[in-house]
């Protein structure tokens, strides 16, 4: 089912997660032991990550440095196939930009179509590692709105260089996009980058899910401005436990986003990682409750490889 239909139908806020592909050569067993013990929750879709090839340096006879192309986390769209013959569970594979031409991304697309999956999280990608700045593919969608279209004018039935296919059968995907509360890094402000969220959505983006953040007050402002821009679709929070007192630093770093003054003194004073889990789990509890107070539709989890603290922190709000 769509995501989006999912929320129209449900009466209470939904519960989602987020789960990466496991190393390549690691068994798909790593994500069952996710998804396991988060069923009592029902989640309503699971979101699957899509990871872009990255380039490394081999050693060769003679001394040579070979350039390799490697991808860490393959996997993605066979990982959704997977969960939903075994859970029954509506899955979001993301596709991105990078690294694609646009005929190949119409193929990933007809794969998601035949097997049946209804929705995709369409984003841009980062920059390949160690390159400064995002180049898209020759012949690829250089932003995620131009993906956003690719699908759109998939769904009306119209695949690339097929002009004149008699009885084509469209796609149907519900598609969702990425919002940043707290700005995506490279957008100058704040503005330039919600101008750009709502071209997403009047080019027919279904819904919104945002980076992760730890002040519930920059969500809320985020969707008061969406809201007064006229960006009237869904904006599902993403949220992510904090279980490490490292994490406040690294999370600012990967992600671009703030760590609140109380959150952070609370870390201070932790001793060990688990003491930090548990001040990390406690802030995750009050800003979902706070959240679903406010009318949230989803409360969408990043796991990053570990289920026990979102089971904890759902076990209390859901
Ligand atoms: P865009 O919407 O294209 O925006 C990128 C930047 O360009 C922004 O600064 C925006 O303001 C600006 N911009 C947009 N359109 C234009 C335009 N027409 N002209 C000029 N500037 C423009 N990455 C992965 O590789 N795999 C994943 O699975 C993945 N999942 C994610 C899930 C979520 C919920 C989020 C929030 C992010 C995820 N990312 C993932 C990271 C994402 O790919 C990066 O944040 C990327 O840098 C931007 O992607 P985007 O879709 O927001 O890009």
């Known amino acids: 089912m769509k995501v989006v239909d999912r929320i ?3 009466k209470s806020p939904l519960f989602s997660i987020e789960i990466l592909p496991p190393l390549k050569g690691k068994s798909i067993q790593s994500i069952y032991s996710i998804i396991d013990p988060l069923q009592e929750f029902k989640p309503a879709f699971i979101d699957v990550t899509y990871h872009r090839e990255e380039y490394v340096y081999k050693k060769r006879e003679g001394g040579f440095l070979e350039k390799v192309s490697v991808r860490k986390r393959p996997g993605t769209v066979g990982i959704c196939a997977a969960i939903m013959n075994k859970y029954h569970i509506d899955t979001v594979p993301h596709i991105i930009c990078g690294g694609f031409t646009k005929e190949e991304t119409e193929s990933a697309l007809i794969d998601l179509h035949f097997l049946g999956i209804d929705n995709v999280l369409v984003l841009r990608g980062d920059a390949v590692k160690n390159e400064r700045s995002f180049i898209p593919e020759p012949g690829g969608n250089a932003y995620a709105i131009d993906l956003v279209k690719q699908v759109v ?7 690339l260089h097929e002009e004149d296919v008699l009885d084509v059968a469209p796609t149907n995907l519900c598609i969702g996009v990425a919002g940043y509360p707290e700005k995506h890094f490279e957008a100058p402000n704040l503005t330039s980058d919600l101008r750009h969220l709502k071209a997403k959505i009047d080019a027919g983006a279904h819904y919104v899910v945002t980076q992760m953040f730890y002040d519930n007050q ?3 402002d985020f969707v008061k401005k969406c809201r007064e821009m006229g960006i009237n679709v869904p904006i599902i929070p993403g949220l992510k436990v904090l279980t490490s007192k490292s994490q406040a630093s690294i999370l600012p770093k990967t992600f671009f986003l703030d760590i609140p003054q109380d959150l952070l003194d609370a870390l201070e004073k932790c001793k060990t990682d688990a003491d930090a889990k548990e001040v990390g789990i406690e802030w995750c509890i009050k800003q979902a409750k706070e959240l ?6 989803v409360l969408h989890f990043y796991s990053m490889g ?9 076990s209390t709000v859901f």
């Open 306 to 314: 570990s289920a026990e603290p979102v089971r904890r922190v759902a």
């Open 292 to 297: 679903i107070k406010s009318g949230a539709p």
């Open 8 to 10: 129209k139908q449900s």
């Open 153 to 159: 004018k998939m769904n009306s039935g119209k695949y």
């Open 218 to 220: 920059k969500y809320f």
